[in-house]
């Protein structure tokens, strides 16, 4: 059972915007950055945001992320369906000290 | 370019140990700021850090994995390496490597090996 909450499941159009949470607490979110990564079958998981809103080289702009409190969220506009994939919501846990992951989110291009 | 492999047995049998290679290039494991780590995903089910290591040896663990993990490094041969002792059905999983620096984020990952335990 994940500290960290997410939706099982988010679906949207291709061209629109979806918004994927990640929820938790103040041993983790509230006091850590959060990091997001997409992982594809077969394919190694890939970094889209770190330390809350940061992009690394090669993350087109459609990919944004923002944190308040003990929530984190991810944005992905203008989707293709190349997005179609699980998305992972990832930060550090004080209590546990350990790195934490929430329990995926599967997002489905209609 | 940083790219990780996994290797080791894809089959354990249940008691034994399972043990895993990841080998880097394109880059030195001997960064001092960099750490090695070790994740997990059983079938679905959320992922699971399991540790890490630095260069120098220093290691960190999962305190849910109660003493099984031990992670390893040799920096000769730019590889480090997982021992997870006591294994049974819930340990298979696809087993990723991956690293950190100081901020707690995974900027590279291997692909992955599926690791089953089953006599």
């Known amino acids: 059972q994940s500290v960290l909450t997410q939706p099982p499941s988010v679906s949207a159009a291709p061209g629109q915007k979806v918004t994927i949470s990640c929820s938790g607490g103040s041993s983790n979110i509230g006091s850590n950055y959060v990091s997001w990564y997409q992982l594809l079958p077969g394919t190694a998981p890939k970094l889209l945001i770190y330390e809350n809103y940061r992009r690394p080289s090669g993350i087109p702009d459609r990919f944004s992320g923002s944190k308040s409190a003990t929530s984190a969220t991810l944005d992905i506009t203008g989707l293709q369906t190349g997005d179609e994939a699980d998305y992972y919501c990832g930060t550090w846990d004080n209590s546990l000290r350990a790195h934490v992951f929430g329990p995926g989110t599967r997002l489905t291009v209609l | 370019q940083l790219q990780l492999q996994e290797s080791g047995p894809g089959l354990v049998e249940p008691s034994e140990t399972l043990s895993l290679t990841c080998t880097v290039s394109?880059?030195?494991?001997?960064?001092?700021?960099?750490?090695w780590d070790w994740v997990r995903q059983p079938p679905g089910k959320e992922m699971e850090w399991l540790g890490d290591?630095?260069?120098?040896?220093?290691?960190g663990y999962n305190p849910s994995l109660r003493g099984r993990v031990t992670i390893s490094v040799d920096t000769s041969k730019n590889q480090f390496f997982l021992r997870l002792t006591s294994v049974t059905a819930a340990d298979t999983a696809v087993y990723y490597c991956?690293?950190?620096?100081?901020?707690?984020?995974?900027?590279?990952w291997g692909q992955g090996v599926l690791v089953t335990v089953s006599s």
């Open positions: 991956a690293r950190h620096q100081i901020s707690p984020y995974f900027d590279y």
């Open positions: 394109g880059g030195s494991i001997t960064n001092s700021n960099l750490y």
């Open positions: 290591v630095r260069y120098s040896g220093g290691a």
